[in-house]
């Protein structure tokens, strides 16, 4: 017979918000970002869970944010508004890159842990010893990045 059991789990999460101020920022972080899944939420999530094989139910989550507890990137020493380090420990994404010209002025390069992305037209490429791709949407940019990322980290 199945039981139910509780853990508390502490998360620590960066939210990013764009607004016209800070104060209302931090406004929707407490009340809308980190809010607790609805009921079709925790139901899709136990149906993926149990295709996956998992045999454990999650019956509710609750989230609270104490609103001391949240803080500014820049107040702790981040990059700032709108800039994300990109690093080779985290997903990466379009946004996060910092294009160059490559002296044509048509073309710009980006490069993260060996990976080549170039952008023309509205056009992407990514050079990638594991794999390349050319002639990218924007749209299909971040699904490519992070295709490499998770191989990068073992998880595919």
């Known amino acids: ?18 607004a016209e101020s800070e104060s209302l920022a931090r406004e929707v972080v ?27 139910t999650v019956v509710s989550v609750d989230f609270s944010v104490e609103e001391d507890s949240i803080t500014s990137a820049v107040a702790q020493g981040g990059l700032g ?7 080779d420990q985290k997903p990466w994404r379009l946004e996060d890159l910092a294009f160059e010209s490559m002296g044509d002025d048509q073309r710009e390069r980006a490069m993260i842990d060996g990976v080549v992305i170039m952008r023309q037209d509205g056009k992407y490429w990514i050079d990638a010893p594991e794999r390349q791709w050319s002639d990218l949407d924007e749209r299909d ?11 990068r980290q073992g998880q595919l």
């Open 1 to 18: 017979m199945s039981q139910d059991y509780e853990f508390e789990v502490t998360i620590s999460a960066v939210v990013r918000v764009r």
């Open 30 to 56: 407490a009340s809308s970002a980190l809010a607790s899944p609805s009921a079709d939420d925790i139901r899709l999530a136990n149906e993926a869970e149990f295709i996956r094989g998992k045999r454990a």
């Open 81 to 87: 508004e709108g800039n994300v380090e990109m690093i």
């Open 141 to 151: 940019v971040d699904p490519a990045l992070n295709f490499l990322f998770l191989g």
